[in-house]
């Protein structure tokens, strides 16, 4: 019940513009169950007179797969981001993810204010080249060279050391 106000919607814009290829909603069963679909709606002409055929997919094991996935993706999110040390994930030296640890280790009490930026932006110059000749000879050789330690500074300027170990940069 809750759905036919959308689907109402749905079908009233099918008709205003074009049909929407694949969409989701909820149908009961014959035991008043509740089973996610995915359907898709086509308009033909029957014996001379307009009809639509829907053809429905029952999702009920992909509804529960990426349910467990979103709950998997929630429980490490919390481990990494309550962790003690700093996380970060790079696609260098851009930021993608850093948990508020590492943020906080690098003078920000968002981690969001973080995400694009550049690490190399926190690093001594010199700290920097050395990263960059690891990733390269990482990605020629195919594996991580030992663990290492690089030294920054914080937005005041005082020194940080952050390790490294894998290795990867």
């Known amino acids: 019940p809750e759905e036919l106000p959308r689907l109402l919607e ?4 099918r008709l205003a513009v074009a049909p929407t290829p694949m969409a989701e909603t909820i149908v009961i069963g014959p035991e008043e169950q509740r089973i996610p679909v995915e359907f898709s709606t086509s ?3 029957l014996d001379g007179r307009a009809a639509n055929v829907t053809f429905l997919f029952d999702i009920t094991h992909r ?5 467990g996935l979103r709950m998997s993706e929630a429980r490490f ?3 990494i981001e309550s962790a003690p040390d700093g996380v970060v994930i790079l696609r260098w030296p851009v930021i993608l993810f850093i948990n508020p640890r590492a943020a906080s280790m690098l003078g920000s ?15 001594m110059p010199e700290e920097t080249a050395a990263a960059e000749a690891r990733i390269e000879q990482n990605y020629r050789e195919g594996g991580t060279s030992a663990p290492r330690e690089y030294r920054g500074r914080d937005p005041e300027g005082r020194p940080l050391a952050a ?3 894998e290795g990867d940069g």
Not at 109 to 123: C, N, Y
């Open 10 to 13: 749905m079908h009233v814009r």
């Open 43 to 45: 308009a033909i002409m």
């Open 63 to 67: 509804k529960a797969v990426e349910e």
């Open 77 to 79: 999110r919390s481990l």
């Open 109 to 123: 009490h968002d981690p969001a204010t973080l995400i694009g930026t550049r690490l190399t932006d926190h690093m």
């Open 163 to 165: 390790h490294d170990p």
